[in-house]
């Protein structure tokens, strides 16, 4: 019996919803929101979250909690010639979590920052942001092909940044469930201030009308569409092996559909408060600096390391005091993502070697990621995350996502008796077994036009020998899908002989 199973209903949900709530909550939604149009990009992100996103997440909940088991194992209970793409999935989540990690660092840089200024300086980035973090945090080079050098410092909060997540995560669902309180809560509250108080600025009708037009033709393009549906899946850390290991955690006989609707609403409402936070910020920034809003807006990492630094230190009172409070929000909504993703990857090595202590297993999976974290630690840091998230998010978890639906659609009939048994959701007339076949459908036609899309992009753009440099998220991929294949082998080999 998994002796780590989640304390109470509610802190798993929590859990779960903070897994889901990132950093992609705070600075990809805003973003998207202000390119596409509020109005727009909620009605397709709402109909794309109801049709497919809420059934993938269901069933991945589903079979966790079906299995008992961990995503390779479960996959390995449907065909034994599968369990490579769930090994995959987890090593994608671990890619992924070597960076995130990374970016948490720069907040915690920011955080000493900004503490600092709390007693003696004003904030440093006062005077010219940008600078302040392209040159003073990140030591950035002009090119990709020059690394740089590695900062002490730097080296330094990367190594805090694996402590803190070493230290939140040793012992499994019993530490997280009570970091998770904290972490969780602390996120929310900011949030919801920000936001209230950004509705309540003067001027504050302005922005909620440009937030909330519908532009009608951006509604009909395949990039806002495409934009939501990335969103959603990303956000509710779908294709990691995070969710099935989280609900792996509960007892079999657990409601179902309740606390998954819940953890995508709640996901969502995450988003929507970021948005107003962010939006109602640069509306006084641009309204402060005297420019259009155009000007002040930027994409990733411009939005959060740039812009609503500065506008932190352009406010009129308070400023070190209110740059504390949102930087260790943004810590904490980074680092609940970060703790679900090491649990994925501790529990699969957990179920392999029973005997060895979780704060053991926690220990070297961290030691590893950590040492995967030095790639982006020198002056090219910053290219090269965003090479290897390209590589990651546009083909490995796309793949993956393509394959799990297809996978569910297979083994539907089960999994939807197994769901409807443990549906006591108030919404059941529409959470029917029609919603989940129509779901399941969709989500392999829609993955699977995704991937067709990418690769005609792909083809379409050739490949360029010189640009070597992409060949950093090719090694990453090549690796990833090669070790897990390599692993699913042994198994098969393995398993023979017992
Ligand atoms: N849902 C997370 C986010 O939106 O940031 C996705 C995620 C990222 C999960 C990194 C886990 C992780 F380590």
Known sequence: ???????????????????????????????????????????????????????????????????????????????????????????????????????????????????????????????????????????????????????IPVLLWTFAA????????????????????????????????????????????????????????????????????????????????????????????????????????????????????????????AVKSGVWVDKVVDAWPGLVFVVLPKTIALLPAFQALFAVIFFITVFALAIDSAMSSIEAVSRAIRDKFENVPVEIITLIVSVILGLGSLLYVFGNGLYILDIVDHFITSWSMLFIWVIEALVFLFIGKKLISFILERNSCKLKFLFNKYYFWLSFALNVVVLGYLLILNLKKWIAYGWYPDEYLLMYGVYVIVGIYALAILINIVDILTSKKK
């Open 1 to 151: 019996m998994e002796k780590y199973f989640w304390q109470n209903k509610w802190v798993f949900i929590l859990a779960a919803v903070w897994s889901a709530a990132g950093l992609w909550n705070l600075w990809r939604f805003p973003y998207q929101v202000y390119k596409y149009g509020w109005g727009s990009f909620i009605v397709a992100y709402l109909i794309i979250l109801f049709l497919l996103g809420i059934g993938l997440l269901i069933w991945e909940i589903a079979f966790g909690q079906y299995t008992q088991k961990w995503a390779p194992e479960a996959f390995w209970q449907v065909s034994k010639y599968l369990k490579w793409v769930w090994w995959a999935a987890i090593f994608t989540g671990a890619v992924i979590l070597t960076y995130y990690a990374v970016v948490i660092w720069w907040w915690i840089d920011y955080l000493w920052y900004s503490i600092k200024a709390l007693f003696w300086w004003t904030l440093p980035w006062a005077d010219n942001a940008k600078d302040f973090f392209f040159n003073n945090v990140l030591h950035l080079t002009k090119w990709i092909s020059n690394s740089g050098s590695v900062s």
């Open 162 to 285: 694996w402590i803190l997540i070493y230290l939140f995560t040793f012992k499994s669902t019993k530490s997280v469930g009570k970091v998770v309180l904290v972490t969780a809560t602390l996120p929310f509250i900011t949030l919801l201030v920000l936001a209230i108080r950004g509705i309540t600025l003067p001027g504050a009708m302005e922005w909620l009308k440009y937030l909330f037009s519908f532009n009608k033709d951006l509604f009909f393009s395949l990039e806002l569409w495409k934009a939501a549906a990335w969103q959603i899946f990303f956000t509710l850390s779908l294709a990691m092996g995070i969710m099935i290991a989280y609900w792996s955690l509960k007892k079999p006989d657990s409601e179902i559909v309740n606390s998954t609707v819940l953890v995508a609403i709640w996901n969502t409402l995450v988003s929507f408060l970021s948005a107003i936070a962010v939006f109602s910020t640069l509306w006084y920034l």
